[in-house]
C-alpha cells in the first residue's frame, strides 16, 4: 500500500500558500498564476486554513464582497482536515470522501511538509492497480 510519504516523494513537497492576511484578490492571482484549485492559509508559518474557489464562489462573489478589500482569513476553512506522512493512500481516500474535502494539508510533527488532492490520490490508486493487472497478465501468461 502506497503511503502518503511515498507520494510526496515521487509528487514533490512543494506547497503553494497564502498569507491569512493576504487579499482575495490577491489569493485567486497566485491560483491562476500556479493554474491550482486551492491554497494552503498560513498565518506566521502556521497552517490555519484553506481557501479554494468554492471558498471564493460561496463566501466572495455571491455574497457581494470586494476581493481587493476582503482578506482571506474572513472567508477561509480554518477547520482544515490533515493527513500524515505515515497514512495510505487508502486510508486519505477514506478521509476526503467522509469529511468531503478535495485537499489535504499533510503535517509531521506539527509542519506542514506537503499537500495532497484528491486527483494525486486516484492518480496513485489507478497506478496501483494497473501494476497489478499487469503482474496478474504476465503470471497467466508464464
Excluded at 55 to 64: D, L, Q
Amino acid at each position: 500500500m502506497t503511503t502518503v510519504s511515498q507520494l510526496l516523494d515521487a509528487k514533490g513537497h512543494e506547497v503553494t500558500s497564502v498569507e491569512a492576511d493576504d487579499t482575495v484578490l490577491t489569493a485567486l492571482q497566485v491560483m491562476e498564476r500556479d493554474d491550482i484549485g486551492a491554497l494552503v492559509v498560513l498565518d506566521k508559518g502556521r497552517l490555519v486554513g484553506m481557501f479554494s474557489e468554492r471558498h471564493y464562489a460561496r463566501k466572495v462573489f455571491i455574497k457581494g464582497k470586494s476581493s481587493p478589500n476582503t482578506h482571506v482569513r474572513e472567508v477561509m476553512d480554518e477547520n482544515v482536515v490533515v493527513t500524515r506522512p505515515d497514512h495510505t493512500v487508502e486510508e486519505c481516500m477514506a478521509i476526503v470522501t467522509e469529511k468531503r474535502v478535495r485537499h489535504l494539508p499533510v503535517v509531521d510533527d506539527g509542519e506542514l511538509v506537503g499537500l495532497i488532492s484528491i486527483g494525486d490520490l486516484v492518480k496513485s490508486i489507478i497506478s496501483d492497480q494497473q501494476f497489478v493487472i499487469e503482474q496478474l497478465e504476465h503470471y497467466i501468461r508464464a
